[in-house]
């Protein structure tokens, strides 16, 4: 039952045709990750780079690339994880089906990790510069490990029952680190803040353990919104089909005996390094910026280790898995969450966090008809203070009520859901100076930012436009017009120029250039943008660019808006400006020397043929 480590993984999907060896020279210097990328676009196999530039240890690539790929390497575990889910959420099931349910007792078993007095991981020991130096994208700030599965316990309590296990992106090389240091990355809502700001409050180092590779299951336990108690180490078992052998490392903390690589060491007090730049998944770079500094002590890497490595960019990429894997194992679990809501989706293309979607119910005072929002909202509310949830920018919510047959996943349908039925005076509710995720550079600083609530419930308002009236006419500086969904009418601006934290003043004197009554508000939404044409060429490009490049508070006006009793609102059509801004990062872009190999390696005979 599931594989103990990355060679017996890799083993198994060659036989399976689901892995490719890459037998010339590849560098890691962008050429690695560009490949990798492609691949993923092409919906391709499993990638081991046998001869890494510079680097004795062979890397492999696109392990998650596909959902198919990823459900075979936990096959023999994934319908027993759902059938505890189901059973938390609907413990009749357990009795409807008793022997399904009896079996689940040796799963259980394998929730408890045990101690082993060595293993293969700490045979060997290597340095930081002999580790694959990976660079993605070409202003990223050095090399970075881009899987890690990061391991503290709480300085109040050690062992394994209070651990965290997460995947925070590690800097290996570059800037202004030694040769002995690396930067952690991690960001809000984050399980190991708890644990640094206990040693920080005790003035002690927090011992840290970076493990690379190992049994799959470590990788998507890294990543899962587990509850609150649940250690991830459990979690790995209970994917992985066996109990995980743990051994201890020189710094006190354990690691899994059967991964590859283990760097061992120590979170210093009160020091930080500039971290980054770094190309990160909303398709936007991460800038520099001070965090937490891990002094390494030891590099551990078992014999034959293999690299396991993705690249991050503009969605959806191979991590993109992780979340569609997720949400197929823990989606019956969401009403059990907040009462109320039956489904919810981190919308993968507009960046994950910046764009939340669910559907809700309304069943406050049912005897009343023509009900606006009202359960909705404690929904949202709810919503927001669940863990990563609480870093939603956007949230709209819809009663399930009102269409029934609305499937989350249809973006366009619960957008068209959403637009007939709101009414802008009354459905926006803002959140200001709050917190937004640490990567999204819309807000008014660094994790600093605001949220907006969209709830829309009731009968249908309006019917949304799939052609331009007739008489639609445009202030000067404003062109280009576009249709990029029903009721959804892109324009093209002139650049941004303003203030941080403000509304640019040609997007204000826009709103007021009209008054309720003009064609335009046939049109309930408007999204202000530099490129119309490449925004309205699909949907994921039109969610992209507006819910990453804009802020609520700042950059949300309307068509005779107005503050009433502290609440915003608009009578006629919203207006979101979604152009660039001057303090906004930049977006990743490939370097075209780089995709020219990699086009070569794609020609008949070459070793891309077929996979690029």
């Not at 059509?573 to 872009?589: C, G, M, Q, T, Y």
Request: charge should be negative; proline fraction near 7%; glycine fraction near 10%.
């Amino acid at each position: 039952m599931g594989y103990r480590n990355l060679q017996e993984t890799v083993v198994a999907l060659e036989k399976t045709s689901q892995l490719k060896r890459i037998d010339v020279e590849v560098d890691p210097y962008l050429e690695v990750g560009a490949i990798q990328r492609r691949v993923y676009a092409n919906g391709g196999p499993a990638l081991l780079f046998s001869r890494v530039k510079g680097c004795d240890f062979p890397m492999l690539g696109n392990l998650f690339g596909t959902l198919e790929r990823a459900r075979y390497l936990f096959r023999d575990t994934l319908p027993a994880i759902e059938r505890l889910i189901d059973i938390k959420v609907d413990p009749s099931a357990a009795f409807r089906e008793i022997g399904a349910s009896l079996s689940l007792g040796r799963h259980a078993w394998h929730l408890l990790p045990k101690t082993v007095s060595s293993g293969p991981l700490v045979q060997q020991t290597t340095t930081l510069a002999q580790l694959p130096q990976l660079v993605s994208w070409p202003d990223d700030g050095g090399a970075f490990i881009t899987l890690p599965k990061v391991y503290t316990e709480s300085p109040d309590k050690s062992g394994w029952q209070k651990s965290n296990l997460g995947m925070y992106r590690v800097q290996i090389s570059g800037g202004e680190y030694a040769p002995d240091e690396a930067g952690l990355h991690y960001q809000l809502h984050r399980g190991i803040g708890v644990h640094h700001a206990a040693a920080l409050a005790k003035g002690q180092p927090l011992p840290v353990n970076v493990f690379v590779g190992g049994p799959p299951s470590l990788a998507l336990a890294a990543v899962m919104p587990l509850p609150e108690g649940m250690p991830e180490l459990a979690f790995a078992g209970l994917l992985g089909g066996h109990r995980l052998s743990m051994v201890k490392t020189a710094n006190g903390l354990l690691a899994p005996a059967e991964a590859d690589f283990c760097l061992s060491g120590y979170i210093l007090p009160e020091q930080t390094r500039p971290e980054g730049p770094f190309g990160d998944h909303l398709g936007y770079y991460s800038m520099a910026h001070d965090f937490p500094v891990m002094k390494v002590t030891q590099v551990f890497h078992r014999p034959g280790a293999i690299w396991p490595f993705t690249t991050v960019g503009r969605p959806p990429q191979e991590d993109t898995t992780f979340g569609a894997l997720i949400h197929d194992m823990t989606g019956a679990a969401i009403p059990d969450l907040v009462p109320g809501v039956r489904a919810i989706h981190a919308v993968d293309v507009a960046g994950v966090h910046p764009l939340l979607l669910a559907i809700g119910s309304e069943r406050y005072l049912p005897y009343l008809e023509n009900r606006g929002p009202q359960e909705l909202l404690t929904q949202a509310n709810a919503l927001l203070g669940q863990g990563q949830l609480s870093l939603a920018k956007y949230l709209m919510i819809v009663n399930q009520a009102d269409q029934p047959d609305l499937a989350i996943h249809n973006i366009g349908a619960f957008l068209h859901s959403l637009l007939c039925r709101i009414d802008w005076c009354r459905d926006l509710h803002f959140q200001t100076c709050t917190t937004i995720d640490t990567l999204d550079y819309s807000g008014s600083a660094l994790n600093a930012g605001s949220k907006v609530v969209m709830a829309a419930s009731g009968p249908v308002r309006r019917s949304l436009p799939t052609e331009f009236p007739g008489d639609l006419r445009l202030p000067a500086g404003f062109s280009r017009p576009q249709l990029a969904a029903p009721g959804v009418l892109v324009l093209q601006g002139e650049a941004w120029q303003g203030e941080r934290g403000a509304s640019a003043a040609d997007l204000t004197a826009f709103c007021s250039s009209y008054t309720k009554d003009d064609a335009i508000n046939a049109f309930p939404l408007i999204v202000l943008v530099d490129d119309a044409e490449f925004t309205a060429r699909n949907l994921e490009n039109l969610l992209w660019v507006t819910f990453t490049r804009s802020a609520p508070a700042s950059d949300i006006e309307g068509i005779e808006s107005f503050c009433h009793v502290k609440h915003w609102g608009c009578r006629g059509s919203l207006v979101v400006d979604a152009r660039s801004k001057s303090f906004h990062a930049p977006p990743l872009e490939d370097d075209p020397a780089v995709e020219r190999r990699v086009d070569a390696l794609g020609v008949a005979g070459g070793a891309l043929q077929g996979l690029i």
